[in-house]
């Protein structure tokens, strides 16, 4: 069958080279036309191209078994599989390090060597109908007919239905990334993948990467607009020297910036059903958008292609796979979603000084932070973390989070500045700054 993708990211790449593999005649197209002659990409309209990203095992592992050249060819661009040793078990793949753009390039290359897989550039500008049915795009002006057209055009799609969860999760960041100088060693890791801190108002997340490189990350309240000051390079500076573990990542003598101060986009939890149109189906960030807090994007478009490509192997016909499609996103999707509004949701009511509600049901945040004191949360809490049991899963722990939290104990803030604090020293690294530029313009 003939297969339309709009869209030449992640989501459209893995599924289109999936199904070209299959013997269809897969047509991907995007208006950035990919790396330059001399290796330079600036993807156009992907804000997240160079900010932090981390990636889960669901991406190693989908790579692994569908396109295992693309896989060989992100780790020799320097992407680094992450692996643990479970007793009883062996290595076990935790993710991969490396930045979304090296990622994003070596799917690109990749894709040109896979028969059956055209990537175009150019610009959709509306769906091929007839008779209530999808038939093709028009790309820049030219009808491109198709059996069936998939929108993986991410959380900006224009051909989907409209949102059945949407929520401004109350947050905004900056982010900058780093390289480390020869011979010198990462820092701190909280965890397989990063280094990740609560604080007093604020939330940091390190993310490491390929070749030495990482992302630093300063989340904040978007009621804060203190706090927005971070995006000037002076002040973010300052706020790394003083958090403890990014001051360590940071320090110059181990790390050099290499590249300005980014300001992430507007930070939302989407959930989009399908359109409910024959011909037409939303695969990846076009279903589900997540905010970056708990690194479950890119992951959760491999699920959803393992999942068309599952429901393709098993018989359903393209032609009629956006129904069971749909309901499997319905079903395994959107609860993903609506716990990330939830565990967005509280970890700004806490920044702002809320206390946890024991008179509702306790979100996924509440039961995981209660493993601190109870461990047995953690049987439940290591599958739910990577994404590899089902969401309910952890329900089951939420009788021994509410025994800890009723006797009074509130999950600490990782040790270092408070939010008054960390405005304090932003006023007083400003004004400094202010006052040098005085006396360099007045002598």
């Given amino acids: 069958m003939r297969v339309a993708i709009i869209g030449s990211g992640p989501t459209g790449l893995m599924l289109g080279a999936a199904l070209a593999r299959r013997g269809h005649q897969v047509s991907a197209v995007d208006r950035d036309g990919g790396p330059a002659a001399d290796g330079t990409w600036h993807r156009r309209g992907v804000m997240q191209f160079e900010h932090a990203h981390g990636f889960r095992a669901h991406v190693g592992r989908h790579l692994a078994q569908e396109w295992p050249e693309a896989l060989a060819l992100w780790e020799r661009l320097g992407a680094v599989p992450v692996r643990l040793e479970l007793p009883g078990v062996g290595p076990v793949l935790a993710g ?35 008779a209530g049915e999808v038939r093709g795009i028009v790309v820049d002006g030219d009808a491109v007919p198709a059996d069936l057209v998939v929108d993986a055009s991410g959380r900006s799609g224009r051909f989907g239905a409209p949102a059945d969860v949407e929520s401004d999760c109350g947050m905004a960041y900056v982010d900058r990334t780093y390289q480390l100088l020869p011979g010198a060693e990462p820092g701190p890791m909280s965890n397989p993948v990063g280094h990740f801190g609560v604080f007093d108002g604020y939330q940091t997340l390190i993310f490491p990467h390929e070749g030495g490189h990482f992302s630093v990350v300063l989340l904040r309240p978007t009621a804060d607009p203190e706090l927005k000051e971070l995006r000037h390079e002076a002040l ?66 491999a699920m959803q292609i393992d999942a068309f490509l599952g429901m393709v192997d098993a018989g359903t016909s393209l032609a009629t796979i956006e129904a069971p499609f749909g309901a499997w996103c319905d079903e395994h ?25 024991l008179s509702r049901p306790l979100t996924s945040r509440a039961i995981l932070d209660a493993a601190q004191v109870d461990p047995r949360i953690n049987e439940l809490a290591g599958p739910f973390m990577a994404m590899a049991s089902a969401l309910d899963s952890l329900r089951a722990a939420e009788p021994w989070a509410r025994a800890v939290y009723e006797t009074g104990w509130r999950a600490p803030y990782s040790p270092g500045p408070s939010r008054d604090e960390l405005v304090a020293l932003l006023q007083h690294t400003d004004s400094s700054a202010v006052a040098e530029r005085r006396v360099l313009i007045h002598g």
């Fill in 96 to 130: 991969t390090q490396s930045r979304r753009s090296t990622f994003e390039r070596a799917l690109r290359i990749a894709a040109a060597d896979v028969p059956g897989l055209t990537l175009r550039t150019g610009h959709v500008d509306a769906l091929l109908e007839d």
């Fill in 236 to 301: 973010f500076d300052a706020a790394c020297r003083a958090i403890p573990g990014v001051s360590v990542w940071t320090d110059p003598s181990r790390s050099r910036p290499t590249g300005p101060v980014l300001v992430g986009g507007a930070l939302r939890n989407v959930f989009r059903p399908q359109a409910g149109r024959r011909g037409l189906v939303a695969v990846g960030d076009t279903v589900t958008t997540t905010t970056p807090t708990a690194g479950r994007g890119v992951a959760m478009c």
């Fill in 333 to 357: 999707m959107r609860p993903w979603v609506d716990d990330h509004v939830e565990f967005d949701t509280e970890a700004v009511h806490k920044w702002q000084g809320g206390d946890i509600d």
